[in-house]
């Protein structure tokens, strides 16, 4: 009998992964037959490198429009000799509809040539791609970008250089391409508040290419290429990394090297300022540069890059110099995590908390798009088309606005009270509309060596080390450095939709520290959710063009960097922040010390105090929707 058991699991095996291989061979069929299939195109680039380039598109005599995905993940269609079809699938969705779909990896990344470099491939590349394509017999002269997080980020540098085909854009997640916008100096995600967001220790060194590796000839064929894709396809596979632990090596420039992983262009840019200018040369957006091609924008509130992200969209409305520019611009903001827009469900649960059905309320909506936009159909998305669809948390449905944040939006202040104990949420730190009148400032203690634990929270591209989302914080709320400040019970339920700011008032007895702070919906029954978080490097505190270094006692006045969110407070729930100095390994640990941060090993304790008072008004303003 256990013979015959074992028998029938292996048939069922058997006949289970010959279906799976008949869907592959299905898909890759189906292409063939609607499609002509053009893979490992060297693209020239004007210094004459060459992309490589894989080109689907219909079988017919007519120029079609084309979508254009650029990236630097791997898009190869075997792995390990195995057919992949991902790509695709993707492709023969595009092809059925008309379109020739693009998919071409950035110079230096696989079977590109060239040196590849993160946030500073040439923005020539975007431009002459475009030019090529829309030269092409097979092209309508009209091309569509489309992407999520690394495969969106080049879209918008790229756009301003207004190149003619560049007719539309479809960027999700998009904030590693944003660098300064107003109050935002990202630079790609490497910063918060002028803080290092860790994201990019882990995520490259999973991804840059180590410059020793083997690397294929220059010039080489086409032919070659298609033959030896099928079993050589240039992705290292690189051991896996506890995070949660590798993360905390220091100095931070050695994190890397620690785990023994690739050497790259990591080492370089972890010493950067966020001001350096290298971060104006590469493919970054900056607020200078001009941007007037019709865009449709996808953002998450439990995304690493939701408000640059929001404040990219109104910069673009606000200053973009033609009417198709400004009318054109159009902005979808999910509750879920980075690029996870289609995997939103009927019940769909952020880290620990449910948001009901967030599923996207038309998630055809991009075909459509560049229907309109590619092939000049007049099927009404325009007109149809909220400018704003945001989803509202606690609330837990998707809401409509001409704006962000919506013009109902009336930012309130809420103070920070205690009688100098607010430490732990069982401490006296109160939220309130009053003014506080007497300084009684709340005193806590940060040790680099034991920092605030990151726990859920809007994060990317962390490996372990952080699950993003949002978790019932009360008991990370017991520590004695968080500072926590939570409302009376509300009489009525209230909306808070837009960006939320804080000022506060530190005196320390370090030269530099952080700042960090967090907005959190307290329950009832006492579970308290996270909704959004900031930093600021205090030394950054009058801007980041400069570093102002602190007296010991003197009281500093600190804006920290804006968070936004889009939340229903319930009747009964409370509003809650929580304040200290280090959020890891979400951003890196500020040593304390007024050096560098990335090459050190040693820090010291801050003894960091929050002053709330007539005279030092510690507040966070919320913007309350009034309908």
Not at 101 to 120: D, P
Not at 203 to 212: N, S
Request: include cysteine.
């Amino acid at each position: 009998m256990k013979k015959f058991n074992l028998y029938l699991g292996l048939l069922v095996l058997l006949l289970f992964s010959a279906d799976l291989f008949a869907q592959e061979k299905s898909i890759l069929a189906q292409l063939e037959e609607v499609a002509i299939i053009d893979q490992k195109v060297m693209m020239p680039m004007r210094d004459g490198v060459r992309l490589a380039t894989d080109i689907y598109r219909p079988k017919t005599d007519q120029p079609v429009p084309i979508v254009f995905s650029r990236t630097p993940y791997q898009f190869n269609s075997y792995r390990d000799g195995e057919l992949v079809t991902r790509t695709m699938q993707t492709a023969l969705e595009y092809v059925k509809r008309g379109y020739a779909y693009v998919v071409q990896n950035e110079r230096g990344r696989f079977f590109s040539e060239g040196e590849w470099e993160i946030l500073g491939a040439p923005l020539t590349d975007g431009y002459d791609a475009y030019e090529w394509m829309s030269n092409q017999s097979w092209s309508n002269g009209k091309i569509g970008a489309i992407g999520c997080s690394s495969t969106a980020e080049w879209q918008m540098a790229v756009a301003s250089l207004d190149h003619p085909a560049n007719t539309a854009l479809v960027a999700q997640g998009y904030g590693a391409g944003v660098g300064r916008i107003g109050n935002y100096y990202e630079q790609g995600n490497w910063y918060r508040g002028g803080a290092g967001q860790m994201l990019f220790t882990a995520w490259l060194y999973g991804v840059q290419h180590d410059p020793m590796a083997p690397k294929l000839p220059e010039g080489i064929s086409q032919e070659d290429l298609q033959r030896i894709q099928r079993f050589y396809d240039m992705g290292p596979r690189y051991p896996r990394v506890d995070w949660s632990q590798g993360l905390s090596h220091l100095p931070v420039q050695d994190i890397i090297k620690n785990v023994n992983g690739p050497k790259g262009i990591y080492e370089e840019m972890i010493t950067r300022k966020p001001n350096d200018p290298k971060w104006f040369e590469g493919g970054l957006f900056h607020d200078d540069m001009d941007f007037e091609k019709p865009a449709f924008w996808f953002v998450s509130w439990y995304d690493v890059a939701s408000s640059p992200n929001l404040a990219m969209y109104n910069h673009i409305q606000k200053n973009a110099k033609t009417e198709v520019g400004k009318n054109n611009q159009f902005l979808i903001i999910g509750p879920t995590l980075h690029c996870a827009f289609l995997r939103a469900t009927e019940n769909t649960v952020v880290g620990e908390r449910s948001m009901g059905d967030a599923r996207l309320p038309d998630p055809e909506i991009t075909y459509a798009w560049f229907d309109y936009w590619l092939k000049g159909e007049d099927n009404g998305i325009l007109e149809s088309m909220p400018k704003v669809t945001y989803f509202t948390m606690g609330k837990n449905e998707w809401q409509t606005s001409d704006t962000w944040p919506p013009k109902e939006a009336q930012m309130t202040t809420y103070f920070l009270d205690s009688k100098g104990k607010a430490n732990s949420r069982l401490g006296d730190g109160v939220l309130s509309t009053k003014r506080p009148g007497r300084d009684n400032p709340d005193t806590f203690q940060y040790d680099p060596m034991d920092p605030v634990t990151s726990y859920g929270g809007n994060v990317c591209c962390t490996g372990n080390a952080v699950q993003g989302g949002s978790f019932d914080q009360q008991e990370m709320e017991l520590r004695e450095d968080i500072l926590v400040y939570t409302s009376e019970p509300l009489a009525e339920g209230i909306e808070v939709s837009g960006f939320i700011e804080a000022k506060l008032y530190l005196s320390t007895d370090v030269k530099d520290t952080d700042l960090t702070i967090k907005i959190i919906d307290v329950y009832p029954d006492g579970r308290a959710y996270n909704l959004d978080e900031t930093i600021q490097r205090v030394r950054y505190r009058e801007g980041y063009e400069k570093e102002v270094f602190m007296e010991s006692g003197k009281v500093y006045e600190v804006n920290m960097t804006p968070m936004s969110t889009s939340n229903y407070f319930e009747k009964g729930h409370r509003i809650r922040i929580e304040v200290s100095s280090s959020n890891f390994p979400r951003f890196d640990r500020n040593m304390n010390t007024g050096g560098n941060n990335y090459d050190e090993s040693e820090g010291i304790v801050a003894t960091n105090k929050i002053h709330h008072s007539s005279r030092y008004p510690s507040s966070i303003q919320l913007p309350i929707v009034k309908r």
